[in-house]
């Protein structure tokens, strides 16, 4: 299969798997697997530095609600499509 919109500058022959794969949308991003909890929470406290001991404990308290409820989006990759993205 010659694909019409990948060009292969590499001296790796590609397979129809990965082929598949690069033909997606440049917009196309594999889904989170987990939650970034940690992150979130570290970027939330970097927010919040300048904010009253009060207004913190709030913001704390909404994130810790949020994220107690969050669920990771539903996969947008096969098991196969992970594995190819990953060896390539």
Same mark, same amino acid.
């Given at each position: 299969?010659?694909?019409?919109?990948?060009?292969? &500058?590499?001296?790796?022959?590609?397979?129809?798997?990965?082929?598949?794969?690069?033909?997606?949308?440049?917009?196309?991003?594999?889904?989170?697997?987990?939650?970034?909890?940690?992150?979130?929470?570290?970027?939330?406290?970097?927010?919040?530095?300048? &904010?009253?001991?009060?207004?913190?404990?709030?913001?704390?308290?909404?994130?810790?609600?949020?994220?107690?409820?969050?669920?990771?989006?539903?996969?947008?990759?096969?098991?196969?499509?992970?594995?190819? &993205?990953?060896?390539?």
């Amino acid at each position: 299969m010659k694909s019409k919109w990948i060009v292969n &500058l590499s001296s790796k022959d590609l397979n129809e798997n990965q082929l598949s794969i690069l033909e997606k949308d440049l917009k196309f991003a594999p889904t989170p697997r987990k939650i970034p909890r940690m992150e979130i929470v570290t970027e939330v406290e970097n927010a919040i530095i300048h &904010l009253d001991e009060i207004n913190k404990a709030l913001v704390r308290t909404d994130v810790t609600n949020i994220l107690r409820r969050a669920k990771p989006p539903k996969d947008n990759m096969s098991k196969q499509e992970r594995m190819t &993205l990953k060896d390539l």
